[in-house]
Structures are given as structure tokens and as C-alpha cells.
């Protein structure tokens, strides 16, 4: 499980890296926008932002998602068990996220990271207390990716 863990994190990574660069030209001018209390300017940024990453990871990832094992095969010597599984919902989650790095950039921007950060710690506190009852009761290995 750890080998299809890396290797999901490598593809995760790879794909999150592409998203990130373009994001990173956007933020600066959600940033300034905010700052000149451009209310309209700053919402459709955020909201086009959102639009061109979740396109991109669609470009990026439609076809690994149709072609993994496939991919996967070419890629390593032996493909570990999960690795499809754990890649394809990888990419499930980064879809999420994609949608809400422009709203992260907006948070910062408003200079209020406190509840963002209290609610950041809450959350993976969270997560790690249902993760810890998921494989107690034997849950599969996937459900890390659900919670």
C-alpha cells in the first residue's frame, strides 16, 4: 500500500504542479483587485481561476483516467496493488481542490488566516480521528482518500 500511495503521490504531484503554476499568475491579481475593493473584478477572477483549473486537470487527467492501467504498466515493472484506485481518486480529489485555490488566495488577501488556519487544524484533526475508526472497523484502504 505504501508503493501505490507513492506512486499516487507522484502523479498527484505531477498534475497539482501544472495547476499550481497557473494559478500562481491569477493570485496576484485576485490579490490586487481585492486590495481595490473591486469587488466584481475579484469575483469573476476567482471564479474564471476556478473554471481554467478544473479544464486543465480535465486535459491532464481524462486521459489517465480512461488509460491507467495502461499508463501504470508502462510506467513500473510491477504495478502494486490499489495504485489505479488510489491514483484515479487522487485525481478525484485534486478536481476538488482545484475549485477552491482561488479561494484560498482570497483569504489570504483579507489578511483573516486565523479561523482559516483554526478551521484548517479542526478539520485534519478530524480527519485523522475518522480515519483512526475507519481502520479499526477494517475499512479498505481507499476510505483515506474519502475522508
Aim: hydrophobic share 50%; charged share 10%; aromatic share 18%.
Amino acid at each position: 500500500m505504501n508503493a501505490a500511495m507513492g506512486v499516487s503521490n507522484q502523479v498527484r504531484s505531477t498534475v497539482n504542479t501544472f495547476i499550481t503554476n497557473f494559478t500562481m499568475a491569477v493570485n496576484p491579481q485576485i490579490t490586487k483587485s481585492y486590495a481595490n475593493n473591486d469587488w466584481h473584478r475579484t469575483n469573476d477572477l476567482m471564479f474564471l481561476s476556478s473554471k481554467i483549473s478544473a479544464a486543465l486537470l480535465f486535459i491532464l487527467g481524462f486521459p489517465l483516467v480512461f488509460n491507467i492501467d495502461y499508463v501504470l504498466n508502462i510506467w513500473l515493472d510491477t504495478v502494486p496493488e490499489y495504485t489505479s484506485t488510489f491514483v484515479l481518486l487522487s485525481l478525484m480529489a485534486l478536481l476538488i481542490g482545484a475549485f477552491t485555490i482561488p479561494f484560498n488566495c482570497l483569504m489570504f488577501a483579507t489578511g483573516k488566516i486565523k479561523y482559516y488556519q483554526i478551521s484548517c487544524v479542526i478539520i485534519n484533526v478530524t480527519g485523522i480521528i475518522a480515519l483512526y475508526l475507519f481502520f479499526k472497523y477494517n475499512f479498505g484502504p481507499y476510505v483515506i482518500f474519502y475522508v
